[in-house]
């Protein structure tokens, strides 16, 4: 017996998706509500460690990530200059154990397509460009308000709808994403041949230049700098700019620079980094958010993605194991999830402050343990 039998799930990424896939395989009926038409046309890389590779073996996805995606397990570190040449290759942790590579990175729209397809598989309801508008809820359930004014009666509401959850607001809670200073351009180009794994450069023109592999062919490729707001530019401007600072690195930077073109210009985008922790309960009664509803950080230790998934996952977990929902399943819930989500937020934040500070002792490898420490166990 499930705590629940009807749930409705608001978000069709990662969180959302992992959530739908373990209920609908338990039985549960799921209506997973996708406010896109697609969300499998736009998007470039991911990079995706052991931790979340274990969860999307768990979810029936990991053949196809593995074969989709390029796997790589070790970080090299260029130094700034024409050459670029390595100065280190460092063993990345297997953070999803010695079953699964350190890392494989991967397109996400063919990440996505693999999670909705298999929530279509094992029976969930996937339905696209609905939104969730509104919900009330009382002890036993919640009337949830789609976008076209219809409604209908779940055991639970999930959450799942990403950084700026209108879920989130509607339950009260006001913490919610801020800046912490620093902008990111991306860009999806074809991979130099010599390029066999991520290579970060520290330092240059600014805080980071890196490239992740997504297959034999295709990477994305970064340089993440003071936050500046550069949303007004039009596409040609901004990848004008990207160019501009991606000149001024050497090595494999040499042939990114050459894709960063006008023709590929809606290949390239910007993003500020924000971050954000609801430090509360994740649960008003029968309403739960999850994913970076919950939480987000910069993606310097690349593991927004991952606890997203762990946070669906450790849900289905308590929900399918429970017969009722109750204090217990919530608190079980909380005490799985909040302090591992907590380390995440933090170590993610204090790597991109100690950029910006430019602070040079700072004990990265000690705080990378502490990090790898925290996921390699099962959520
Ligand atoms: C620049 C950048 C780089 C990143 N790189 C990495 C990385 O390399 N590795 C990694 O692990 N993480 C990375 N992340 C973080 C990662 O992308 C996120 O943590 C992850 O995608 C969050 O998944 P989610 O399912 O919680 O939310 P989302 O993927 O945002 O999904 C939420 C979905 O909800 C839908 N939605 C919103 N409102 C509603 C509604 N009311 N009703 C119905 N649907 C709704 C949206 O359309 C969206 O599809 C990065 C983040 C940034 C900003």
């Not at 274990?54 to 970080?75: C, H, M, P, Q, T």
């Not at 039009?234 to 001024?248: F, L």
């Not at 050497?250 to 924000?274: D, R």
Request: aromatic share 8%; net charge negative; proline share 6%.
């Amino acid at each position: 017996m499930t705590a629940v039998t009807r749930v409705a799930i608001a978000g069709g990424g990662v969180a959302g998706a992992t959530a739908a896939i373990l209920l609908a395989e338990q039985g549960v009926h799921v209506d997973l509500f996708e406010s896109k038409d697609d969300i499998s046309a736009l998007g470039s890389g991911i990079t995706l460690q052991g931790n979340a590779l274990r969860v999307f073996d768990r979810l029936g996805i990991w053949e196809k990530v593995k074969e989709s995606g390029y796997a790589f397990n070790v970080l090299g570190i260029r130094a700034p200059g024409p050459e670029a040449p390595i100065v280190a290759q460092i063993p990345d942790a297997p953070m999803g154990g010695p079953d699964y590579p350190a890392t494989v990175g991967m397109y996400r729209p063919d990440l996505a397509k693999f999670l909705i397809e298999r929530a279509q598989e094992v029976g969930a309801n996937v339905h696209f460009g609905t939104t969730v508008a509104s919900f009330t809820s009382d002890d036993e359930g919640v009337d949830v308000t789609l976008g076209d004014g219809s409604t209908a009666r779940y055991d639970l509401l999930v959450g799942a709808d990403g950084l700026n959850s209108g879920i989130r607001a509607l339950m009260g809670i006001e913490t919610k994403p801020e800046r912490t200073g620093m902008g990111i351009w991306r860009a999806f180009v074809k991979k130099p041949a010599d390029v066999t794994n991520t290579d970060l450069i520290y330092g240059g023109p600014v805080y980071i230049a890196g490239y992740c592999p997504t297959s034999e062919d295709m990477m994305y490729a970064y340089v993440v700098e003071d936050y500046t707001d550069r949303f007004g530019l039009s596409p040609q401007e901004g990848v004008e700019v990207m160019r501009g600072i991606a000149a001024q690195y050497g090595g494999p930077w040499k042939e990114i620079v050459q894709e960063l073109t006008p023709e590929n210009a809606s290949h390239v985008n910007y993003t500020a980094f924000t971050a954000h922790l609801v430090e509360e309960p994740w649960n008003r009664g029968r309403v739960v958010i999850i994913g970076d509803a919950a939480h987000s950080c910069p993606p310097t230790v690349a593991q927004g993605a991952a606890q997203g998934a762990e946070d669906g996952l450790v849900l289905a977990d308590v929900l399918t194991k429970h017969d009722t929902v109750s204090q217990a399943m919530w608190d079980e819930f909380h005490e799985r999830r909040i302090p591992r989500a907590t380390k995440i937020v933090e170590a993610s934040v204090q790597l991109g402050k100690w950029q910006l500070e430019h602070n040079r002792d700072a004990d990265v490898p000690g705080l990378m343990r502490s990090v790898a420490e925290t996921v390699i166990p099962a959520p």
